[in-house]
């Protein structure tokens, strides 16, 4: 059949449908888009009238969440944020319904490639159906499960949140009082990001409690859903000596998991944050200005000491007040006795670690010899104000009153033991 003749039957064919009041296409008209009617339901109204009303296509307008990681290729819609239940929780599909939607069907592409905010509410209008039958779709808890509902999304709106600054010593009363939506506040403080699921901001720098793992002491936990996908490899971009402004929604959500206490607020945002080129960049030059100064430290005149032991190392001794040492070592854990405590409280020899957990300190002062008997041996500080006596297995070489810097080890394990390591004369 000739092209020209071809063309000219589907014309007469056309004018017939129309004559007849038939349309010719499956798709529906610009006008027939302006009237559709949109419903304002809640997602969970949306379930229910759908599993009531099985096959029929309704468009509805409802305020939710969308839930998704960024590696993922569906998200959920539901009217409260899914991240606020997690591995740890069984029963957290039940307590929140949801849809689980391909992200393919957002109609805003970005949300394909990207991470969806877990805790952004938006108000959403999109298309569903049930389905005559149910098909798989991928879930971030449960692998691939049945999914009855087919669901498009036309568009997003998102419900903007108000942020104010604020005072870190208000922070707490704010965030706990603060629990309608739409609210959030900006705070300068120290963070440290030792878990997934949150993130720890306080008014002075993390420290080390043991093993590498780092916290603020009197700190205040915040939600960190988002913060992964946000910022790639955040926590070897987060220099823990610096400050930032953090942007916190004052939400309040449940634990991602059973042994979690509820958190008041989320991270919503962090300002200030290095690249990780540039972050990498400065913990070398740290590493090297570390270096360069326990090298420094190490130096020594051995001609200058009357007692010194072999490979010594006057970096490993923190330099502290006699009378602050007395102070400190009543604090100190007392251990069981084993070789246990004694190595776990050698890796602990901070007196900044939390809890208490060292049960050895190596401290340096600054004292004034007052006498030895034997291998006790006896220091007190220069303004009379507390005396120490110590253990020492050699003599010592002093005069009475000599102004000396001690190197010592003070142990609880669970006896309390002074030893002198090194004796430096001033």
Known sequence: MKLGNYFGIMLVVTLFMSCLGLQ????????????????????????????????ENIYVISEGYLWSYWNEDTAKISDRPLG?????????????????????????????????????????KYSAIKAKRNSNSYDQFNGFVKNPFTISIDSLESIPIKFENIEYSQLADKIANTSEYGHGFIVNGYI???????MTIGDTPAKNQGFGIYGIKNGIDLGTPDIDSMYRDINKRI??????????????????????????GIVWKIDGLETLEEATQRKAQEAEAQRLAVEEANKY??????????????????????????????????????IGDTLFGTLLQSDEVYGGLSSIQYYCSEVIF??????????????NAIS?????????????NQRVRIYYVVSKNPLEEWNVKAIEKL
């Open 24 to 55: 010719t296409t499956n798709s529906p008209t610009q006008s027939d888009q302006k009237s559709i009617e949109y419903k304002n339901m809640s997602v969970k109204e949306t379930i229910d009238y759908l599993n009531t009303h099985p096959n």
């Open 84 to 124: 606020q239940f997690g591995r740890g929780d069984n029963d957290w599909k039940d307590k929140i319904p949801f849809i689980t939607l391909q992200k393919s069907n957002i109609k805003d592409s970005k949300y394909e490639k990207y991470y969806i905010p877990t805790y952004q509410k938006y108000i959403i």
């Open 192 to 198: 440290v990001h030792p878990d997934w699921m949150y």
């Open 239 to 264: 220099d823990i000596n610096k400050k930032y402004d953090v942007y916190i929604a004052a939400m309040q959500v449940d634990s991602y998991s059973n042994y979690r206490a509820k958190y008041n």
């Open 301 to 338: 005149n051995p001609l200058n000491f009357t007692l010194l032991p072999e490979d010594f190392k006057p970096s490993d001794y923190k330099k502290i007040d006699l009378f602050d040492a007395v102070s400190s070592v009543s604090r100190m854990q007392r251990g069981n006795g084993s």
């Open 370 to 383: 007052v006498s030895q008997s034997g291998t006790t041996i006896k220091f007190k500080t220069e303004d």
């Open 388 to 400: 120490q006596n110590m253990n020492i297995s050699s003599r010592s070489g002093l005069t009475a």
